[in-house]
T-cell receptor, first 111, second 115 residues
Framework: KQEVTQIPAALSVPEGENLVLNCSFT??????LQWFRQDPGKGLTSLLL?????REQTSGRLNASLDKSSGRSTLYIAASQPGDSATYLC??????????FGQGTRLTINP | GAGVSQTPSNKVTEKGKYVELRCDPI?????LYWYRQSLGQGPEFLIY????????DSGLPNDRFFAVRPEGSVSTLKIQRTERGDSAVYLC?????????????FGEGSRLTVL
């Protein structure tokens, strides 16, 4: 059974800093891993999808990596901005179809 | 449509009542998922449809929960005899094709409050 853990649960940093969010999963036979952003009271917005054959994906200031052997993924945010404040969720696939989520990291960027 | 659409966005009901939540996936997406998210938690899987059939309903908590997708597009999540513990945000998501290569897109969710 796939289990996904995100540490820390909350993170507060000053604007402009680079930061890393961590995600670990128990089943190394993971297919894909997807990172989402969730604003308060809103649905999930997909940020990056790393397919099983890939090691990383980049979109703008975001870079996500996947290391299946160690059971870890990281989301790197460069030059953080107050608008980046949100909850970030990682999710890995259990089998081919079922996406299993972590608890999320609540990120606050202070101006 | 442009995105996954869920209605209602908010539903307040009394304990014991019946509730239906609707999901309209992105046009052409064959895979549809329902998740439930409690406050401060990540979403929990409920059920997955591939076309009209439920391919995996292992996340449904009990037999008060049921979901249908009769024409392979719109899906309805049905909750009978609601309990206070059913209060949560119910999220729907869709994906373009079967297999493990498609990105999952979520709707805004339906917030259910059972009084």
């Amino acid at each position: 059974k796939q289990e996904v853990t995100q540490i820390p649960a909350a993170l507060s940093v000053p604007e402009g800093e680079n930061l890393v969010l961590n995600c670990s999963f128990t089943d190394s036979a993971i297919y894909n891993l997807q990172w989402f952003r969730q604003d308060p009271g809103k649905g999930l917005t997909s940020l990056l999808l790393i397919q099983s054959s890939q090691r990383e994906q980049t979109s703008g200031r975001l870079n996500a990596s996947l290391d299946k052997s160690s059971g870890r993924s990281t989301l790197y945010i460069a030059a953080s901005q107050p608008g980046d404040s949100a909850t970030y969720l990682c999710a890995g696939y259990q089998g081919a179809q079922k996406l299993v989520f972590g608890q999320g990291t609540r990120l606050t960027i202070n101006p | 449509g442009a995105g996954v659409s869920q209605t209602p966005s908010n539903k307040v009901t009394e304990k014991g009542k019946y509730v239906e939540l609707r999901c309209d996936p992105i046009s052409g997406h064959t895979a549809l998922y329902w998740y439930r998210q409690s406050l401060g938690q990540g979403p929990e899987f409920l059920i997955y449809f591939q076309g009209t059939g439920a391919a995996d309903d292992s996340g449904l908590p009990n037999d008060r929960f049921f979901a249908v997708r009769p024409e392979g597009s719109v899906s309805t999540l049905k909750i009978q005899r609601t309990e206070r513990g059913d209060s949560a945000v119910y999220l729907c998501a869709s994906r373009h094709r079967d297999g493990n290569t498609g990105e999952l897109f979520f709707g805004e969710g339906s917030r259910l409050t059972v009084l």
